[in-house]
C-alpha cells in the first residue's frame, strides 16, 4: 500500500463527475428515459389485504382507447423466486397476501388511456381471514399466508414454517452461565417502525428491445447484476436472454434492489413487441413500495456490580408482510450484531421474520443493523443510568476489542471503536456539555447522548474491468451504480491512484449487464471497499502490463518505475519518462497488445462454515465504527424534541473523496433524524395511511440540525488504500444518540422510535 | 491445441446469432435507429472538383422553417486528422478539393425540411485549375491539391510533397543482377477500377446524448474502435468525452470505416443540444463515398528459358482523389505482395499515392492486394503463354515457399498455394476440361483460367474481455462488428469451445466504445484470426480461474479437468463434474470471486524494423492462400463474358463455422465476377456519371455462376484452434482467374477491369 503521503488523487476532495449532466438538467433518470413508439404502463395493485382471486376479466379494458397489451398472472411464469426465499412471482396467482401486490398491468398508447383501461380491469375477489400483528401470526389460529411454501424451493434451508419465513439461532459462550456471573439483569423491548425510503425519483423502468432485439431494461436500480438475475429468474430465461442498462439513480436507500416492476414491464413489452414505460405515481411507489420493516428486539443483558457486561439474550422479531424480501437479509444483520460494539462473552440471539398481511416490507440503509443498533445503544445507557454510571465510562468499560468474537463466531479486527468515541467526545465538548444546566427555558430542557455504531465492511463480490483508448485514457467497467453518493467519482480516483493518472483520464462506462461484470450492487455501505478493491485489483492488472512495457520502452527495470498525472517514469532517473498514451500506442502497434485488466474480488470466504440455524451475515473482511453525539432541546409540555447539534465522528480508514465523505455524513445525519423522531409508515389493517410526502413527514432544511461531520482515517490494511467506506452508518448512531440525549434532558426514556411528541408525552406520562 | 477431433463447437455449422432478429425484421440498422426529439440533417456537398470558397452565408438557411442548427467550417475544429495522413477536415476550409466534400450541414425537424434549408445555404466559389489524372498531377504544371501538407503533422514521416501523398520503396536482392540473368524480361501495364463497394445499408448514424450527457453515435461502422478514436481526433476531445454504439451492420466491404458524416452530426448534436440522424440517399453514399482507388500498375519480370523467374520491377501508382485517407494503406499491402504467390528472389517495388481533384477514394475488400493480384497472375498467364508453357506449370516452378521473404524482407511462413493449386486442379477437372474444345457455338469460346491468390493473415491489435452472469453463462466484449458475415456466431464458436460450453450459453454484448476493448476492427480478413485469438485467451483466462475452483470442489488436479457443455470433469473420473454454473456461484459467494477474463492480442512485433521508404505493411503472424478457377463462354461478336462455373479454394486453418464459410466464398466470388467483369465508378473530370444502381451494374442473380465453394483445413500454428480466417482472398483469385480464361478462350488479353464487352472488343481489334 502507497503510503497516506504518496497519494496524489485519493485522499483529494473532486466535483463529482455526474455533477455538470445533474445541475444543468441533462441526466437523464428512468422517469425520463424515451424511446420510440413506447407504450406507457400502469398496474392494478390489490387493494385487499389477503383474498382469493375468484374472477380476473380484462377483455373490457384490452378492448377500451389506445390499450396495447394486458398482462396478468396467466401470462406471468409461474416459477416463484425471490431475494433470499423463492416466494414471490410477478403477479399475484390466486390470492393476494397484502394490499398494494401487482394484480395486472395495462400498456397503452399513454398514461391516461392506461389508467382508464385499468378501471375496466374486473377482479372479484374472496376476501380471507387477516393477520397484521408478527406476533398474531404465529398463533396456531392465525391464517397461513404461504399455505405452500414448504413446496417453494427455498435458497435457504430450515426456515419457512407456518408464518414463520425466517428462524435464525446463533449463539456464543454460555449464556445461562454468563447471566450466573452477573449481579444484575435488564431486560427490556424496543421497537422500530416502517420505514420508508423517500427517494426523489420515484421507481420506473423502460422495457423495449435492443438494436438486436434483444429484451432490455432501463431502470434507476441499486444492484444492476442482480436486477438482471431476477428478471431471468422472473421471466424464466437465461440471463443471456435479457439486458439491463443503468439509467441516471435518483437515490435509493435500499428502496431499489433487484426488480419491482420491471418484470411487469417486461412482460407488456413481450406482448405489445413495443417498448413499455412505468413510472410510478409516489401514492403508488409508497404503497407498492418495500419499506424498511418494523422490529420488535428484546434484550435481557446480565452485568456486573463493576459495569462488566456478562450476557445478552436477544429476541428480534421483524415483519416482512405479505412476501419475504430483504427482510430475511435483514434480520441476518440484526442477529450478526446482536452484542453491538462490545465485548459479551456470552450472547444468544434469536430473529424471527414473519409473514403477515402488512404492505411487503424489504429493507432501508442500515439493513437490520439499524434496528439492533438502536435497541443496544439504548440499554447501554438505560443500564447505566440505573447503575448510576456515566453512560461514556460504562461503554468504554465493555468496549470490543481486536479479537473478540462476534455471535457468528467470526473474530473481529481493526476495532477503531474508542477513537470514534474519543474524538466524538472531545469535538463536542461532552465533559463541558454535560455539565450544562438542563433547563433552557420554562418547560424546555437540554440534553446531550451518545451512539455507537459497529457494522461489517465488505460483503461478497465485486468484480471489475478497464480498458485504455488510443490517447492513453481509459474506461471502468463495474455494475455499480452512483445512488446520488459520488461513489463513481471515487471509483475514478482508485483507478487514477493505482494507475499513476489523473481522475478526468478515467470515465466509468454506462452501467449494462451485458458489459458490466458482477458486483453485488450500490448496498451495505460496500461500494468503495469491495467495488474499490476490484477496480483497484483490475487497475492493478492493467499497470502491469503498461509497466512491462514501460520498462521496455524506457530501459529501466519494472520496479523501478512508477507513474503520476499518466506518465510513466524511472523513480531513480527522472528524465526517462513515457506517457501512458505513448506505452498504450506502442502496444497497440508495436508490441504486447492493447491494455485491458480484469479482476474479481470476494472479501472473506466461510460464509458456509458459520454455525447456528438460519441466515446469519456472511463473514466480512473488515468492520467500521462510528459515533454520534446529539444535542437536543426538549419542550416538555408539547413534547417536541429539536435537535441542536450532531457531532458525527466515523473511521473511514481512508477518505477517498473527503468532500464526498462528508456529504454522505451529512445527508445520513439527516435521514437519521427523520428516523429518530418523524419518519412512519403508518399501517392500520393492512392499509398505509399517510402514502404521500405530506403525510410522510420527512426532515426539511428547517429541521436539520448543525451537523459537525468529522472524519477520522484509520487506515485498513484490506482496503483500497486504506480506505473503509461507509453509507450506512452516517444514520444509524444519531438515532440512539438522540434517544439518550432526550433521557439526559428529560429522565424520560422512549423505546420506540420514532419518538413523536405524542410517544414522548405517553412514556413521561408512565414515568409520572 | 486441440485435435481437431476434439473439436465441440469449433467446426460445426450453426445457424447465425443474429438470424432471427434479421429475418424478423426486428434487428436494427443505423438508418432504422431512432431516439426521441431526433433531428434530421442533410449536408451541403460541393459540386466543384477544385475552388475556393470566397463565401459562406447560411444566414436564410438558419431562418427556414424547422431548421435547428446549421454548420460549416467555421463550427469545426480546425485540428487535421486522417488515417495515415492528417489531411481531413469534418468541413472543408478555405477550399475544396473534390466533387462531394462537405461544405455545410442543416439539422431540422424533419429530412425535408433540412433538404430545403440547404437550398439556401449560399456558396461562392472560385475555380481553381483541376488535375484528374495521377500522372499528370505529378507534373511541375499541375496544379497542388494540398499546398500546406507539409505544414499538416504526417503521422508517416518521408511521404507528402507536391501530390505525391505517398512514396514508397522496397527492394529485396539485386533486381539489376537479377535481370542480367533472365533470358526473357516481359513488361506489362495493369488497370484497375475505382469500385463502389455497393453495401445495401446506405452510410448513416444517429449522434444523440446517452442518460449521462456523454456525446454518443450509433452508427454502423466496420471498425468501432477507430471510429472512437477519429470521433475525438476530429472534435479535438479526449476519447473519453464521445462514446461509440454499433448498430446491426448492413455490409460494408471496407466503405464504412473511421468516420465519415459522425463528425458532422455530432457538430449539429452538440449546437442543437438535441439528436441528430443522417442517412445518405443512394445517390449521396456513392458521390461522397470512398471506393476502391484505381491503380495502374507496370510490371517488369525477368524469366529464365526453364521458366524461372528471376527478378522484378513493380511500379503502382494509385489516385486517392481529394484526400489520401485508406489509399495509403492499400499501397502499402500492394507493394508487400508485389511477388504475389511466387518466389521472386530479386524485387524492387515503388509505389505512389497521388492526389487528384477526383472523389475522395479510400479502400474495399482487398485493399491494395486485390489490385496487385490482378496483375500478377494476369502476367503470369501472359507470360506463360509468350513462352509457351503451360500457366500452371510456369506457376508451379515458381510457387512461393516457407521461408522465402517478401519484398518487405518477412519471411513467409505457413504457405499452403500448391495445396490449394492442386484441390483446385482437381475439383475443377481442370486436365479434362483444359482439352475441350473452344468453339461451343457459332461466335462463342469455351476458356478456363486460374487465378492464385496471397495475402497476410493477422493485422495488428485486438482485445477481449469475457464476463459470467450467475447461471453460468457470459458474455463477450469486443469491438469487433458484424459486417454479415456470421463473425459474432463464430467468435461465441471460439470462446465456447475454450471454456467446454455450448455456443448457447455464450453471447457477443452490444459493440461500444465505453465497453468494448479495442480491436482494429472488421477488416483485412482479420477477424477470425486475431478477434478469435483475442477472444480465446480472454476464455482462457477466465476458464482457468473456473478450473482452479472447479479442482477445489471436485477435488482433483486442475490439469485432470477438461470441459464441454457447459459441464466441469474429471478426465480421470468421469463422475466428478460440477456445471460451470455451480463454480461460478461458488466463486460468486463462497470462494475466489466473479469470473472474469481479459486479454490483448498483438500478433507480430517488428513493424518499426521494416526497412524501406514510406509505409509498407505491418508484419503479419501468418499468410492465405487460395486458388479460384474460372470458366467462361466469351461472345467474340458482342464482346460479352459469360462466367460459367467458379472453383474457390481456401486454406482456412480450420473453418469455425463451415456454412459461414462456404457463405462467405459464395458472396465473394460474386463480387469477384462484378470486379471483372462489371462494376466500376465513371470518372469524369472529377464528377461520378453513374451514382446509382441502374447505372452502377453490379451482379444480379442472373450474373451468378455456378460456384463450387471448397474449404481446405491445413491447421496454422497461430490461429484459434488453427483457424485462419478468410474475407477478402474470396473476391480476389476469380478476377485474374476470368482475365485469363478470357484469353484461355479466345486468345484476347485484357489488361483491365471491369472486362466490360467494349473493353474485350478493343483488345480484340487492337490484337488483330
Not at 22 to 39: I, N, Q, S, T, W
Not at 374 to 399: C, H, T, Y
Not at 489 to 498: D, F, G, H
Not at 673 to 680: D, I, K, R, S, T
Amino acid at each position: 500500500m502507497r503510503d497516506k503521503k504518496d497519494l496524489k488523487v485519493v485522499g483529494t476532495s473532486l466535483p463529482r463527475v455526474d455533477g455538470v449532466q445533474k445541475v444543468r438538467g441533462r441526466a437523464v433518470y428512468a422517469p425520463d428515459f424515451e424511446l420510440p413508439r413506447m407504450l406507457f404502463a400502469k398496474v392494478l395493485w390489490s387493494d385487499r389485504a389477503h383474498a382469493k382471486i375468484v374472477r380476473l376479466d380484462a377483455s373490457k379494458a384490452l378492448k377500451a382507447p389506445g390499450v396495447a397489451a394486458v398482462v396478468s398472472a396467466v401470462d406471468a411464469p409461474q416459477n416463484r423466486y425471490g431475494v433470499y426465499l423463492k416466494d414471490q412471482l410477478i403477479f399475484a396467482s390466486g390470492k393476494v397476501r397484502h394490499i398494494g401486490e401487482p394484480v395486472a398491468a395495462v400498456a397503452a398508447e399513454s398514461e391516461q388511456a392506461a389508467e382508464e383501461a385499468l378501471k375496466l380491469i374486473e377482479v372479484e375477489y374472496d376476501d380471507l381471514p387477516t393477520v397484521f400483528d408478527p406476533f398474531e401470526a404465529q398463533n396456531d389460529s392465525a391464517p397461513i399466508i404461504h399455505p405452500d411454501l414448504e413446496t417453494y424451493e427455498a435458497t435457504y434451508s430450515k426456515v419457512a414454517y407456518d408464518n414463520v419465513a425466517l428462524y435464525t439461532h446463533l449463539s456464543v459462550g454460555d449464556t445461562e452461565k454468563g447471566f450466573t456471573e452477573a449481579d444484575h439483569i435488564f431486560e427490556d423491548e424496543y421497537k422500530t417502525q416502517a420505514m420508508y425510503q423517500g427517494y426523489v425519483e420515484p421507481r420506473a423502468c423502460v422495457v423495449g428491445f435492443d438494436q438486436r432485439d434483444k429484451l432490455t431494461v432501463w431502470t434507476s436500480n441499486q444492484q444492476i447484476a442482480e436486477c438482471h438475475a431476477e428478471m431471468a429468474a422472473a421471466l424464466d430465461i437465461p440471463m443471456t436472454e435479457v439486458r439491463v442498462v443503468g439509467t441516471a439513480l435518483g437515490g435509493g436507500f435500499g428502496g431499489k434492489l433487484k426488480t419491482h416492476v420491471e418484470p411487469i414491464a417486461a412482460l407488456l413489452a413481450k406482448k405489445s413487441g413495443r417498448p413499455v414505460k412505468i413510472v410510478l405515481t409516489r401514492e403508488e411507489d409508497m404503497i407498492a413500495s418495500r419499506a424498511r420493516p418494523p422490529y420488535t428486539i428484546r434484550l435481557k443483558t446480565g452485568v456486573t456490580k463493576d459495569g462488566r457486561i456478562t450476557a445478552r439474550e436477544t429476541e428480534l422479531v421483524a415483519d416482512c408482510g405479505g412476501y419475504s424480501d430483504h427482510v430475511i437479509g435483514t434480520m441476518g444483520l440484526a442477529v450478526t450484531f446482536a452484542q453491538g460494539a462490545y465485548k459479551i462473552p456470552n450472547c444468544d440471539v434469536k430473529g424471527y421474520v414473519i409473514y403477515t398481511n402488512n404492505p411487503n416490507y424489504s429493507c432501508m440503509r442500515g439493513y437490520g443493523a439499524h434496528q439492533i443498533d438502536f435497541a443496544n445503544e439504548s440499554q447501554m445507557d438505560m443500564i447505566a443510568s440505573r447503575m448510576g454510571w456515566d453512560p461514556v465510562e460504562f461503554r468504554r468499560k465493555n468496549l470490543i476489542e481486536d479479537g473478540d468474537v462476534l455471535v457468528s463466531t467470526q473474530p473481529i479486527t481493526e476495532v477503531t471503536i474508542s477513537q470514534t468515541m474519543d474524538e466524538a467526545l472531545r469535538r463536542s465538548e461532552w465533559n463541558k456539555k454535560g455539565k450544562r444546566k438542563k433547563e433552557r427555558k420554562e418547560n424546555v430542557y437540554y440534553g446531550i447522548g451518545i451512539g455507537n455504531t459497529i457494522i461489517n465492511m465488505g460483503l461478497l463480490s465485486s468484480s471489475a474491468m478497464i480498458k485504455f483508448n488510443g490517447d492513453g485514457t481509459a474506461s471502468i467497467l463495474t455494475s455499480v451504480m452512483d445512488l446520488g453518493t459520488g461513489n463513481h467519482t471515487a471509483l475514478i480516483q482508485i483507478a487514477a491512484e493505482e494507475l499513476g493518472m489523473l481522475a478526468e483520464q478515467i470515465n466509468i462506462a454506462e452501467i449494462d449487464s451485458d458489459t458490466s461484470p458482477y458486483d453485488l450492487g450500490q448496498i451495505a455501505s460496500r461500494t468503495i471497499f469491495d467495488a474499490g478493491n476490484a477496480v483497484r485489483l483490475a487497475a492493478k492488472n492493467a499497470r502491469e502490463k503498461l509497466y512491462e512495457s514501460a520498462a521496455e520502452l524506457l530501459q529501466v527495470p519494472e520496479d523501478d518505475l512508477d507513474s503520476e498525472g499518466g506518465i510513466i517514469f524511472s523513480r531513480s532517473d527522472r528524465s526517462k519518462e513515457i506517457p501512458i498514451a505513448g506505452v498504450n500506442g506502442y502496444r497497440l502497434w508495436v508490441k504486447g497488445g492493447p491494455v485491458v485488466g480484469s479482476a474479481g474480488w470476494l472479501g472473506k470466504p466461510g460464509f458456509a462454515e458459520i454455525p447456528g440455524e438460519g441466515y446469519p451475515q456472511p463473514p466480512s473482511k473488515t468492520f467500521i465504527f462510528g459515533t454520534h453525539i446529539a444535542e437536543v432541546e426538549v419542550d416538555i409540555e408539547t413534547g417536541r424534541v429539536t435537535v441542536l447539534k450532531v457531532t458525527a465522528v466515523h473511521d473511514v480508514g481512508q477518505a477517498v473523496n473527503p468532500l464526498g465523505v462528508q456529504g454522505q455524513i451529512e445527508g445520513g445525519v439527516v435521514q437519521g433524524v427523520g428516523y429518530a423522531l418523524m419518519e412512519e409508515l403508518q399501517v392500520k389493517d393492512g392499509v398505509i395511511q399517510n402514502p404521500d410526502f405530506l403525510n410522510y413527514r420527512m426532515p426539511t432544511t428547517l429541521d436539520i440540525p448543525e451537523i459537525d461531520p468529522v472524519i477520522l482515517e484509520i487506515p485498513s490494511e484490506y482496503g483500497p488504500f486504506g480506505a473503509k467506506g461507509l453509507g450506512e452508518p452516517v444514520m444509524m448512531g444519531v438515532v440512539p444518540a438522540i434517544a439518550n440525549a432526550i433521557e439526559n434532558a428529560t429522565g424520560v426514556r422512549v423505546t420506540e422510535v420514532p419518538i413523536t411528541a405524542e410517544r414522548y408525552l405517553q412514556a413521561m406520562k408512565k414515568k409520572e
